[in-house]
């Protein structure tokens, strides 16, 4: 184990991920408010770097200031919702879009200019002006009706779906974790036959939309940044493909009993691992 503090001083910048390292279902993770604090009286430079799709770095920001982080504003957020709404706006720009998710995560679509329809209000009779399905978040939508609508819609109509959360599962009590719209993308994949575009942690595109906004403000390498996540297969293996250091942290995904045992079976291997975030 490394203690997190020792780190702070080796990186000019520190890339977190968000649930399982900032926070979790109960607030946030005991003494990352004192992290984010000693980054920012160091004036070092950090951002969080989310698969969550379900609001908009407005929005998350807000939910970091009710929690006691008003440090983490919109500007120190990346989500993996923002490269969906760049995927829409580059390739989508006409037509209706159909989305799974909450009303919140539909600010991805409507900030492309395109008009937002929640999958239940779809009639699959009348389908004609759909040009694309965003699966946004594993709340706002009935598990059964909803996603049996999506496999006829999908069979009815040729149209990109794109992916804005692709992870599989988050963490919610101890070491219970929920299941993410990503495990819904994969089931529904497989069911209708199709390949779905995806946005989010372990691929590039989330890591360089970061590292060109740190870039804009400072001169920096990639062996100038660590990536925090609690995720091997997501947080860590997208940190150590782009070429950062990387600590796993155990407040989330990866439990400690299991530490060693998951490190040998994947071979993602981190630069660091720490009990948590915390100083």
Not at 13 to 39: C, E, M, S, W
Not at 56 to 76: F, K, M, N, V, W
Not at 138 to 154: A, I, P, S
Not at 230 to 244: C, Q, R
């Amino acid at each position: 184990m490394t203690p997190f503090a020792s780190l702070l001083n080796q990186y000019k910048a520190i890339f977190f991920d968000a649930y399982g390292v900032l926070k979790n279902a109960h607030g946030l993770i005991p003494g990352v408010d004192q992290t984010i604090g000693r980054l920012v009286e160091s004036q070092t430079p950090f951002y969080v770097l989310t698969n969550d799709a379900s609001r908009s770095p407005d929005e998350l920001a807000e939910s970091y200031a009710r929690l006691g982080l008003p440090q983490i504003t919109a500007h120190c957020i990346v989500s993996s919702g923002m490269l969906a709404r760049e995927y829409l706006q580059l390739k989508v720009n006409h037509g209706t879009v159909a989305y799974l998710g909450t009303p919140t995560s539909a600010h991805y679509i409507e900030n492309a200019d395109l008009h937002a329809l929640p999958i239940r209000d779809v009639d699959l009779d009348n389908a004609a002006d759909i040009t694309a399905l965003v699966l946004l978040d594993d709340e706002g939508f009935d598990w059964n009706t909803d996603l049996n609508k999506t496999v006829n819609l999908l069979r009815r109509r040729n149209i990109p779906v794109i992916v804005a959360n692709t992870d599989a599962t988050y963490p919610v009590a101890g070491s219970q974790v929920a299941v993410a719209i990503g495990a819904v993308a994969d089931m529904l994949e497989r069911i209708v036959g199709k390949q779905f575009i995806r946005f989010g942690k372990p691929d590039a595109q989330l890591f360089m939309f970061a590292y060109d906004l740190l870039r804009e403000r400072m001169p920096i390498t990639k062996s100038d940044i660590l990536m925090v996540g609690d995720t091997l297969k997501s947080d860590i293996l997208g940190g150590n493909k782009f070429g950062f250091d990387t600590a796993l942290v155990l407040t989330g995904n990866t439990p400690a009993q299991d530490v060693d045992l998951r490190i040998q079976a994947t071979g993602i291997i981190p630069t660091y691992v720490c009990e948590s975030a915390a100083v």
